[in-house]
């Protein structure tokens, strides 16, 4: 077949991305060999099909016509070898892109590895297209993020502030031992994969070790629960908790007599502060009290 001899517009970025694995979804450490997928294993991405069965197109027009151009993209495909419909030898049907639980770099001035960028932005259910925190947390089925090489950056300048700001919340409870417990109490709550027994009497030296641990792997938890508007409210919630004051059944907070308060923390926080339900609260804080 005569290859299309004609000047195209489109060109190769100059350009490089990361595709980053999505851990922190697994009941296992984020460290364990399993976490994400086990020992070597990997997952390979091929380009799907739409809700008629018709293969989705990876490629525009104009990407298209650059690629099955020889002598710009310096490929060897020919004119319609790249189509989605072509019947016989379809090259998309063959093509495959195989990432494990490494960070995979592609550079996007190479032609193969923009192929390759294009078929996981197609992969819509699994491959997140930024690796922006909210955009992530849009999906669970989300298996991977793409990352600029300039997002990289920014983001490890941003990582940098968030570990000043940190370390000025820690700075402050670290001087007091009932605050770190109330923190490791509020944080257990959140994180499930935390499993630790908090004594009331822990020593500082342990509880600080935690503190500092909770920073360095997971320091977004770590400002999402110090930042919490609700984050003093709260302490009557997992001291509740803790005391047989509030119980968690499922997913659901009540009292011991089946009273409900809420589905998540912050509806329990805001239930107990409504002035109606001012007897509830102070039941809870009686029972509390008494049990010390």
């Known amino acids: ?64 016509e650059f690629f099955e151009s020889r002598k710009s993209s310096g490929m060897d495909f020919e004119l319609g070898d790249l189509s989605v419909h072509k019947k016989e030898d379809n090259y998309w049907h063959s093509f495959k892109v195989k990432l494990d639980s490494r960070q995979t770099k592609l550079d996007l001035s190479k032609p193969i590895d923009y192929i390759r960028y294009k078929v996981l932005l197609t992969n819509k259910k699994y ?10 947390d849009r999906k669970l089925s989300y298996k991977f993020c793409i990352a600029e090489e300039g997002e990289e950056i920014r983001r490890k300048a941003t990582g940098i502030d968030a570990l000043k700001e940190a370390f000025k919340f820690y700075g402050r409870m670290s001087a007091s031992n009932d605050d770190m417990i109330d923190f490791l109490k509020q944080y257990k709550l959140k994180n499930t994969k935390f499993k630790k027994a908090i004594p009331k009497d822990a020593k500082d030296t342990f509880l600080k070790s935690e503190i500092s641990g909770i920073i360095d792997k997971n320091l977004d938890m770590f ?5 919490d508007p609700y984050y003093e409210d709260k302490k009557l919630v997992v001291n509740g908790l803790e005391k047989g004051a509030i ?27 409504n002035k109606m339900n001012n007897e509830i609260k102070l039941q809870i804080m009686g029972r509390i009290e008494n049990s010390k």
Request: glycine share 6%.
């Open 223 to 227: 400002l999402e629960i110090v930042n």
């Open 127 to 136: 491959i997140c297209p930024t690796a922006d925190k909210e955009a992530v």
């Open 247 to 273: 119980e968690l059944v499922g997913r659901t907070y009540q009292t011991p007599e089946g009273v409900f308060l809420g589905d998540t923390s912050n509806e329990v926080v805001k239930y107990l502060n």
């Open 1 to 64: 077949m005569e290859e299309l001899d004609t000047q195209v517009e489109f060109k190769l970025p100059n350009k490089i991305v990361y595709i980053k694995p999505i851990k922190g979804r697994s009941w296992l450490p984020d460290d364990h060999s399993a976490s994400f997928l086990f020992g070597e294993s990997s997952i390979e991405y091929v380009v799907p099909q739409d809700s008629r069965g018709v293969l989705v197109d990876p490629l525009t027009p104009s990407e298209r």
